[in-house]
């Protein structure tokens, strides 16, 4: 038991040891080695310091006059190489910080999928360290820290496409948690925690979905991608996983506020509000609507190209869905199954997801 309650906390100090890193190290590591950066920046940070040295103004270099005249002179000469290496400092520094924004923003807004990993650490640490008030209505802790290690990871493999896709999944999802919460809350089928995520809800959500980006970025000698199967598909799979979840937020949240019959969708007896395995109409309609509602964000933002793959990735929600109310009703943390949790059951509903739409697309597209 002490080994187990220590787990948690051995995994948040290694993920705040590696961001610490992350920190320490962005900037200057990034120019040092980064490719997208123009290989004039890069020598420039690396020869800064030797010629700043070799530029600053030494005394002994002046005969200094024993008379008035003289060392009025001399302290004129260096005061005004002084000044000009004053401006010339400030020049540099001018010159290598454009480059380097530019090089920055063009890496990071531009058409190549990935992203130099510690600058997408630093973009993700700097994001959630300034929005951390906003988040923390959102996320516990813990749940802070484990997003922003997924964030970079995201921002790594998929570009701020994919990084956006997952808040846009966090936003609408906070959005429907909260709708009549105080009266779930009374009901006794609101979300714990105020409805903020955790460690296990972010895993549980988006494990699928990083999988996925990894795989999209993985090309062999030869080009392939990982088991032979395509980028773009690896991609769709990313997009249906995390519209599955949506879907499965929406159906659940929306079902508790505003589900006026549920059945237990293995007998259609009729059940209470926030049953496990519970549907209701309205339920349905919202698990299709938030579903559409992130495949359409990532046709926007290009992670999938064709209108077919919307409906692909929509429809695949759908079924996941309805699918992972079905394991609700018969496993979930039933007898002989403790270990098949709400996350693990997300886990299983998110996979299913990107797997039947990754499969659909090879038929149809």
């Keep these: 038991m002490r080994c187990t309650s220590l787990l948690p906390l051995a995994t948040d100090f290694l993920l705040i040891t590696v961001l610490h890193i992350f920190f320490r190290t962005g900037c200057d590591a990034f120019v040092a ?17 030797g010629v700043l040295q070799q530029r600053q103004f030494h005394p002994q270099q002046f005969t200094i006059g024993t008379n008035t005249n003289t060392n009025t002179i001399s302290n004129r000469r260096r005061d005004n190489l002084s000044h000009y290496h004053r401006k010339a400092i400030l020049v540099q520094k001018m010159s290598l910080t454009h480059n380097l924004v530019e090089s920055l923003f063009c890496s990071t807004i531009g058409t190549s999928p990935t992203v130099p990993l510690v600058q997408a650490a630093g973009i993700n640490i700097f994001l959630f360290t300034a929005l951390s008030p906003k988040l923390f209505s959102m996320l516990t802790p813990s749940g802070l820290l484990h997003s922003c290690f997924l964030g970079i990871s995201l921002f ?18 906070q959005i429907v948690t909260k709708v009549r919460f105080q009266e779930k809350e009374k009901l006794g089928i609101a979300e714990s925690r105020g409805g903020r995520r955790g460690p296990e809800n972010v895993w549980g959500s988006a494990l699928t979905g990083l999988v996925c980006a990894f795989c999209s970025v993985y090309k062999d000698s030869s080009g392939n991608g990982l088991f032979g199967i395509s980028s773009n598909l690896y991609r769709l799979g990313y997009v249906a996983s995390i519209a599955t979840k949506l879907a499965d937020t929406f159906a659940s949240e929306i079902g508790k506020a505003y589900g006026k019959t549920t059945f237990l969708i ?3 007896e009729r059940v209470k509000p926030g049953t496990e395995g519970a549907i209701s109409l309205e339920g349905t309609v919202a698990a299709v609507v938030g579903g559409f509602l992130l495949s359409c964000y ?21 079924i996941a869905c309805n699918i992972e ?3 609700g009703a018969t496993v979930q943390e039933k007898k002989g199954f403790k270990w098949m949790t709400n996350e693990v059951i997300n886990f299983i509903n998110t996979l299913v997801g990107a797997a039947i739409a990754m499969k659909a697309a090879t038929v149809f597209l």
């Design 33 to 49: 080695v980064s490719p997208l950066v123009p290989l004039s920046v890069r020598v420039q940070q690396q020869q800064q310091q």
């Design 325 to 327: 109310s079905l394991l």
């Design 156 to 173: 790594h493999t998929l570009g701020w496409k994919g990084w956006t896709l997952c808040v846009m999944y966090l936003a609408l999802g």
């Design 266 to 268: 293995t007998t259609l």
């Design 298 to 318: 990532g046709y926007f933002v290009g992670l999938i190209t064709t209108p077919q793959a919307i409906v692909i990735s929509t429809i695949s929600a759908f």
